[in-house]
């Protein structure tokens, strides 16, 4: 008897704005508690909400970037719960006329191959403020610097099929609203939270089991590890004949353990409605054809353009888009001339900090040219601050690929006569110890001597006598 | 007078109003006026509403004077910000005189639900003001102040007005900025004007008037600019709606409004009849959507960041339920159960989704009317005078019927008034003017000239 | 519904507003009696489309802070009792 899990994520993006939902608090994080606030979103009596023109168009933006169907009119509706947090004991929020609806994202799973995630709705809301319980004993703090930040809250169907695959979407998700200029997608910053629906049930079976919910995940890795707690809990549980339980669940991510977090009797009843503060919400044609030519070209189209553009594998394309501003550096080195497998290579390989195009790429043509060693331009990658040519820094610490005859000579000579034992054993028979001696003098020549040019010389050397 | 004189008298008219038990003010200083005064000075012009006093009603939020909404929960309460239309009063050369009484939230039909006391009729003790603006309108009958602001959700100024013999003008729905009116069914919430003449709150209407970028609800309309007095109103088509003149409409009020049609013949308006079938769905409708959009409203008021905080021990749950439970009155609590009702899982479609149905028939009742050739409707505002205190208070459907002709307007978000047309018994009756969205400019001219050949403080036969 | 409203009740009183709130939904029920209600739509309230702010910081400004306002405040924090059986929602 086999099992299936089925898992739906919802996601929460805080949008790049520069002030608050529907006031003009700034959106900063990290300042002083209760210092970006005002009578709108600390909910003082009186006030009134306006919506921010720039996170509608970035909530457009994502939804494009998601394939979703933006909706001309779209409505904000009030969701109604009492919490400290919440200052005016509702969000505004979207509900039954939400901004976009049904759109895809294909993930790469490892088990099936490219899956198209279903994205259900994307809808526009504010942000509550933050509790903290340990600030003072018995009490609760309330800090609404938060309150009334843009949200995007992103719902996938249940179309993912493990803890892996769910979070090669939420990795797919943050990489492309990254991509789109929508958000930093920071989780420790908790510009992006996940909550988790996971059901399972036989295989083969059609309906869905009963889902639980996993709440405030605070990692890509404690995403996995929940989920996967979560599905062995309720796989163990169907195996012994239980029943589960629709409840709300917390990871502890000290034991692995998840855990309930309401009674069951306790769920909520938010009462939406219209929010009549706020008339409807208009993307006409005209504007959704400007935030769509916004759109930068997407990491699945950067992709394939690379490798067939560059001859790139898969794999390479796929790590050099994995940042926008890493494939465009990869780009730009090209441009400047470098080979492109050679650019890529060295990109990946050696990392940040990453010279400016036009260095690495005569860094590459260097080494190509035979002027520097493969490795001891390694040596010089990371001095390469702007402004310096490669060339003078390699002279700069001696690494030049020397193929004078007499220099090498000498090196050649010099390990010889440290390395008796090594020599006597290489005449005797033992031909790997060529690497080895060919490597002390590397050694010795800080790297700059012409590997191809020192084995040789020490082989016609070594034969003799 | 300079504005300190106008300061000073204002400051013992309302010491007066005060000694005589009135109870229509909640709070007021000689110090606050004198600093208006001060402030009126340093103003570079005469605005159109220089050194003007104007009785603001307690639910329309102000720096310079505590706002409590009539409410315990709000008790000592100071807003850090002024609303729009405070703000455009001051711009105007205006005073802000006081803040005056009303039903808790604006939530009643007489004044009686104040946590406060109920305010007295002017020109009768033991009867009520009407409400909910009940303060504002008792301040404008009995000359303490000029005009006064109020507000309207369900007919809160027209219904006062009619009750003690003054103007009372709610303009459509979005032409006044609800930025600092301290929301209670938000989709029909209007500020609006009270005052002894057309033509004062005609001015008082045109400076508080205008679109708000921080209010998203409200409409880009042309200024309310008062018209040249109109003398003859040929050409004018007046509808009376039928159902708003039953069989047993109270004696004095048909004889009074019967005087007043006859006047409006006189000038030479065409009199028709209309019919307005839904109006009778009107009351019911209200009773649902406005309690919904209070009840959501009124859950900031938890004793959490400011306003009163009851004693509780235990969890921040107790907090809130013992706050609420003590600050808010018996008809705010109520409504705040309806409308949570209402909304509750299951019950949306059967009340507040039929209600928004019901609402939209109701709007489409009085377009066909001026679609058919109709320039406005004139009805009585209320179905009595004045009543006694406490004759109402054991029934809180009683007291809701006395909105049954100044709430459809409310709902349809149409412009309308109340202006007096006589007496019966020595109380005062008015008549009502609803007009088609943005024409309050004509009504208003329509008014005047009605005014102008009525004699409001006749008895009536 | 005192529950979901977060209103405290006194058994006390509990008899009279029931009795009270059976009158009101009673008198607000009788729009259910109605058959369909789909057309005759009028014209929507207020405008038709919501304005939008444009994504400038502005400063509020106010003469009174959430330390002015607030019932307790400490640290920079508005403070309250602690959650207890309130659970997150």
């Known amino acids: ?465 | 007078m300079s504005a300190r004189e106008v300061a000073l008298a204002v400051g013992a008219r309302l010491g007066e109003a005060d000694r005589a038990g009135l109870n229509a003010t909640l709070a007021w200083s000689e110090a606050a006026l004198l600093a208006e005064a001060e402030r009126v000075d340093a103003l570079p012009g005469q605005g159109p509403l220089h050194a003007l006093p104007v009785a603001i009603k307690d639910n329309i939020v102000t720096t310079g004077l505590p706002t409590t909404c009539g409410s315990r929960i709000l008790e000592g309460y100071r807003s850090p910000f002024d609303a729009t239309v405070i703000r455009r009063l001051h711009a105007a050369g205006a005073f802000v005189a006081c803040k005056t009484n009303l039903d808790e939230f604006a939530m009643g039909s007489s004044t009686e639900h104040s946590a406060f006391g109920r305010v007295l009729h002017p020109m009768d003790h033991a009867r009520v003001p009407g409400g909910s603006s009940g303060g504002s309108a008792a301040l404008v009958a009995a000359g303490v102040v000029p005009m006064a602001l109020g507000s309207e959700t369900g007919g809160s100024v027209r219904q006062p007005a009619s009750f003690c013999g003054v103007v009372g003008v709610k303009p459509t729905y979005g032409r006044v900025s609800r930025y600092g009116l301290v929301a209670f069914g938000s989709s029909l919430d209007c500020v609006s004007v009270f005052a002894r003449t057309v033509g004062d709150a005609a001015r008082l209407l045109g400076v508080i008037a205008g679109p708000d970028p921080r209010d998203a609800t409200t409409l880009s309309a042309p200024p309310i600019t008062p018209h040249a007095p109109v003398r003859s109103l040929s050409g004018t088509t007046i509808g009376l709606p039928r159902e708003y003149f039953p069989g047993d409409l109270d004696r004095g009020v048909r004889a009074a409004c019967d005087a007043a049609i006859a006047r409006l013949r006189e000038l030479g308006a065409t009199i028709v009849e209309v019919s307005l079938p839904h109006s009778a769905l009107a009351v019911p409708a209200y009773y649902i959507i406005a309690p919904a959009e209070a009840a959501a409203n009124l859950a900031r008021f938890d004793g959490a960041r400011y306003g009163a905080r009851a004693p509780a021990g235990g969890d921040v749950r107790a907090l809130y339920r013992a706050t609420r439970g003590a600050g808010f009155g018996a008809e705010v609590r109520r409504r705040i159960l309806v409308g949570t009702y209402v909304l509750s899982a299951g019950y949306y479609d059967t009340y507040y989704g039929h209600a928004q149905a019901v609402r939209r028939r109701i709007a489409g009742d009085f377009s066909h009317a001026f679609a058919g050739g109709v320039d406005f409707l004139f009805t009585p505002t209320a179905p009595t005078t004045a009543f006694k205190a406490g004759e109402k208070t054991g029934d809180p459907v009683a007291m809701y019927l006395a909105d049954v002709f100044v709430c459809p307007a409310s709902l349809a978000g149409l412009p309308a008034m109340s202006l007096p047309i006589g007496r019966s018994e020595g109380l005062p009756i008015g008549g009502q003017l609803i007009a088609p969205p943005l024409a309050e400019a004509g009504m208003l001219a329509t008014a005047a000239a009605l005014e102008r050949v009525l004699d409001a403080g006749a008895e009536v036969r | 519904m005192a529950a979901l409203a977060e209103l405290a009740v006194a058994p006390a009183d509990l008899a009279e507003l029931t009795a009270q709130m059976d009158r009101i939904v009673g008198f607000v029920a009788q729009l259910t009696a109605l058959g369909d209600l789909s057309i005759g739509a009028a014209e929507p309230l207020g405008p038709r489309v919501t304005p939008l702010r444009d994504d400038v910081v502005t400063p509020a400004d106010l003469g009174l802070g959430p330390s002015d306002l607030a019932p307790e405040f400490v640290d920079g924090f508005f403070v309250v009792p602690r959650l207890g059986a309130m659970e997150e929602p």
Not at chain 1, 36 to 43: A, R, S, T
Not at chain 1, 85 to 113: C, N, T
């Open chain 1, 1 to 465: 008897m086999t099992w299936e899990t089925v898992i739906g994520l919802e996601v929460h993006v805080q949008l790049a704005t520069r002030s608050k939902m529907f006031c003009g608090c700034s959106a900063s994080f990290g300042d002083p508690p209760n210092t970006n606030v005002c009578p709108v979103c600390l909910g003082l009596p009186g006030a009134l909400p306006v919506p921010n023109a720039r996170a509608v168009r970035l909530a457009v933006r994502a939804a494009l970037a998601l394939d979703c169907s933006v909706q001309e009119e779209s409505v904000f509706a009030r969701k109604n719960y009492f919490y400290p947090d919440l200052p005016k004991g509702y969000q505004i929020s979207q509900f039954d006329r939400p901004l976009a609806i049904r759109g895809r994202l294909v993930v790469e799973s490892a088990d099936r191959g490219a899956v198209a995630v279903s994205i259900q709705r994307l809808h526009l809301e504010e942000d509550a403020g933050k509790l903290l319980h340990d600030r003072f004993p018995g009490k609760t703090a309330i800090d609404l610097n938060r309150a009334g930040m843009p949200l995007a809250e992103i719902v996938s169907g249940p179309d993912l099929r493990s803890p892996a695959e769910a979070r090669s979407y939420l990795t797919a998700l943050k990489q492309i609203l990254v991509y789109a200029g929508v958000s930093d997608c920071n989780m420790e910053m908790g510009s992006l939270r996940v909550d988790g629906n996971i059901s399972v049930r036989r295989t083969g079976e059609t309906t869905l089991g009963t889902k639980t919910e996993i709440k405030n995940l605070n990692s890509f890795a404690n995403l996995e590890r929940a989920l996967t707690a979560e599905r062995d809990r309720q796989q163990a549980l169907l195996e012994k004949g239980g029943r589960v339980e629709q409840v709300t669940l917390l990871f502890n991510a000290a034991s692995g353990d998840v855990r309930p977090m309401r009674s069951k009797e306790e769920s909520h009843d938010y009462r939406y409605f219209d929010d009549p503060d706020l008339p409807p919400l208009v993307v006409g044609p005209v504007a959704l054809q400007e935030i769509g030519a916004e759109l930068p070209e997407l990491p699945g189209a950067k992709q394939a353009r690379l490798m067939s553009a560059y001859g790139l594998g898969a794999y390479d394309a796929g790590v050099l888009v994995s940042e926008r501003p890493i494939a465009d550096y990869f780009e730009a080195v090209c441009r400047a001339g470098a080979d492109p497998k050679s650019a890529a290579n060295w990109i990946i390989n050696e990392g940040s900090p990453y010279p400016e195009p036009a260095s690495l790429a005569e860094l590459i043509g260097l080494v190509a040219g035979g002027t520097l060693s493969h490795q001891a331009a390694k040596r010089v990658y990371p001095e390469l601050a702007p402004g310096s040519a490669p060339r003078e820094v390699a002279e700069r610490l001696g690494v030049l690929q020397v193929r004078d005859e007499a220099a090498l000579r000498r090196w050649v000579d010099e390990v010889i006569a440290a390395h008796p034992g090594e020599v006597a054993r290489y005449r005797a028979g033992e031909a790997r110890l060529l690497a080895f001696l060919t490597g002390q003098v590397m050694k010795r020549s800080r790297g700059s001597a012409d590997p191809k040019g020192v084995q040789a010389m020490l082989a016609r050397q070594l034969e003799g006598s």
